[in-house]
């Protein structure tokens, strides 16, 4: 629909284009450009500052006459109110107009009804915790493969979202990502929402890194639904500095760096492990430890994932959705 409406858009200019170059005409006219400048050095009421018969005349007004400061000034006042005031609501109403229509084209907005009318409940979210650098993207892109999930990190998110050039939450999000601190929940949470439904089609979500504080976690509960189970790396803090660290050498990732990973670590033990604990109270969570191969680490995940679904009766392998 857009790349339709795109090319009528393009078609539109296109047609328009000549009117706005130079016609031959204004080229091989020189005597109408002479005659009026040849008028210009005439005395008139426009140009009297340059022109020699009206020069006493321009300093009585524009320097003594105090009425002619106040016509000024308040011409200038009126010339604001009526030409450049509206031009700036107008250029600010156009600014805005472009910023619901990029949101949009990048699926970010969804009305209140398509949000209430979105069956989250019916939906097997699994949510995927550990420390930074445990492991959560590295399973997470192989289970999609495995058991059809819709893979969605929340760090991943922030960063596009962070990136997107009219997004209004660019510089936050750059902030709280260098900080090691938790990105408000609204933002995040917004984005989540928006990504299951840009989903309709499927009913299984790993949402990756997310919630990351107790706040976090009750206000998607509120919000959006519960999850179904938590799939926690467990991992030693010197495991994840040394990950961290080699990933750093190619992630180009703001936070892969010893000052972030230190503040990271602090975030990650102080706010987001309660969570952990808090789920496991209710018999949520499902622990892999991070150590061993990479394969060996997946092979111990798959297993729990299938028991999982086994559990809840559903076929552990869908056909690809
Ligand atoms: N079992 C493993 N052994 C060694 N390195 C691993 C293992 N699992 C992941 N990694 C590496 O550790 C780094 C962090 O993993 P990643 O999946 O990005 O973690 P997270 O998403 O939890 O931050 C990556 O460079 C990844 O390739
Ligand atoms: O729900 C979230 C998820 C991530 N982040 C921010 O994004 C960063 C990177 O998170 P990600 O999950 O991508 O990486 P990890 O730290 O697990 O390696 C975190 O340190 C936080 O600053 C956040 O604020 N809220």
Not at 99 to 109: M, V, Y
Not at 135 to 157: I, M, P, Q
Not at 202 to 211: H, T
Request: charged fraction near 25%; glycine fraction near 8%.
């Amino acid at each position: 629909m857009f790349s339709a409406t795109r090319n009528t858009l393009l078609r539109s200019l296109q047609a328009r284009a000549p009117l706005r170059t130079p016609t031959k005409r204004m080229f091989t006219q020189p005597s109408r450009i002479l005659r009026a400048s040849e008028h210009q050095n005439k005395p008139n009421q426009f140009n009297m500052g340059q022109n020699p018969q009206g020069r006493g005349k321009s300093r009585l007004i524009f320097g003594f006459h105090p009425f002619a400061i106040i016509a000024s000034l308040s011409l200038l006042g009126s010339g604001y109110m009526m030409i450049i005031k509206p031009y700036l609501e107008w250029n600010e109403k156009q600014k805005q107009e472009r910023d619901e229509k990029q949101a949009k084209i990048d699926g970010a907005a969804y009305s209140e009804e398509e949000i209430k009318q979105f069956p989250f409940d019916k939906k097997t979210i699994v949510f995927v915790l550990g420390g930074p650098g445990s492991g959560k993207g590295t399973n997470s892109e192989k289970l999609v493969d495995d058991f059809g999930f819709v893979h969605l990190s929340a760090g991943d998110l922030l960063r596009a979202e962070q990136k997107r050039p009219v997004s209004q939450y660019g510089d936050l999000i750059a902030y709280y990502i260098k900080e090691g601190l938790i990105v408000p929940h609204e933002i995040t949470i917004g984005l989540l929402r928006n990504a299951m439904m840009d989903h309709p089609e499927n009913d299984r979500f790993l949402i990756d890194g997310f919630p990351r504080n107790l706040v976090q976690a009750k206000a998607f509960e509120d919000t959006v639904c519960k999850a179904k189970k938590v799939l926690y790396f467990e991992c030693p803090e010197s495991v994840l500095l040394e990950r961290l660290l080699n990933r750093g050498k190619t992630s180009g990732r703001s936070d892969d760096n010893i000052e972030s990973i230190k503040k990271r670590f602090k975030t990650y033990f102080n706010d987001s492990m309660p969570v952990i604990t808090e789920y496991a109270k209710d018999g949520k969570v499902i622990t892999v430890s991070c150590k061993g191969t990479m394969d060996g680490v997946y092979k111990n995940t798959y297993d729990q994932v299938e028991q999982f679904f086994k559990s809840i009766g559903q076929d552990a392998r869908p056909k690809r959705q």
